[in-house]
């Protein structure tokens, strides 16, 4: 029962790793001897031993397909899937339209580019029967705060999609949770 929530060579996929939380998440699952593979826009340039930094755009659901194909060929299982990637574009002008180009973006980034994420680990998952995936939802999935309403509706959408690929795939033993932090700093969130 010791090693009941050992993460040890546990191999696992995080979205949005070179980001606040992506980068804690991934370094804290490093430090406990998982086998990380970070997603990210831009690769960091600090190096950390279990850490595998990938260049990605998410929204490109082919990348990072192939990202997993490669790491499942190497290690024969993906046992974790956290999808930490995402943008806030709050309106910068009070009391003026939401940009439309903000709502795409945001909408693509934050909710169908998760959807196209956990689509590409599942298979891998249900080969083994086993698999866990999170999905970094929001304070706001739960409450609003003014000026983003992309933000809000793609994490509100993001638990939702949580819960229902946790419907469709528990029975196949692929776990899909939800955390939905509150305010942290970060590069995202200092300014405001």
Not at 82 to 88: D, L, Q, T, V
Not at 141 to 165: D, H, I, V, W
């Amino acid at each position: 029962m010791k090693d009941l929530f050992s993460v040890k060579d546990k191999v696992v996929i995080i979205t949005g790793a070179n980001g606040g939380i992506g980068n804690a998440l991934a370094l804290g699952f490093a430090k406990n001897q998982s086998i990380v593979h970070g997603i990210a826009l831009k690769v960091p340039n600090t190096k950390s031993p279990n850490v595998f930094y990938h260049k990605c755009d998410i929204s490109k659901p082919k990348q990072f397909a192939k990202i997993c194909e490669t790491i499942f060929k190497k290690y024969k299982h993906i046992d974790v899937l956290i999808n930490c990637a995402g943008i806030s574009l709050p309106n910068k002008k009070p009391n003026k339209q939401y940009p439309q180009v903000n709502w795409l973006k945001t909408i693509e980034i934050n909710l169908t580019s998760s959807f196209y994420c956990i689509q590409s680990v599942i298979p891998y998952m249900v080969k083994n029967n086993q698999g866990s995936i999170i999905n970094i939802t929001s304070i706001n999935s739960e409450s609003a705060f003014p000026r983003n309403p992309s933000y809000l509706a793609s994490k509100g959408g993001l638990k939702m999609l949580g819960k229902s690929f946790a419907k469709d795939w528990g029975a196949r033993g692929i776990r899909v949770n939800n955390i939905g932090p509150g305010y942290f700093k970060t590069k995202m969130t200092e300014k405001s």
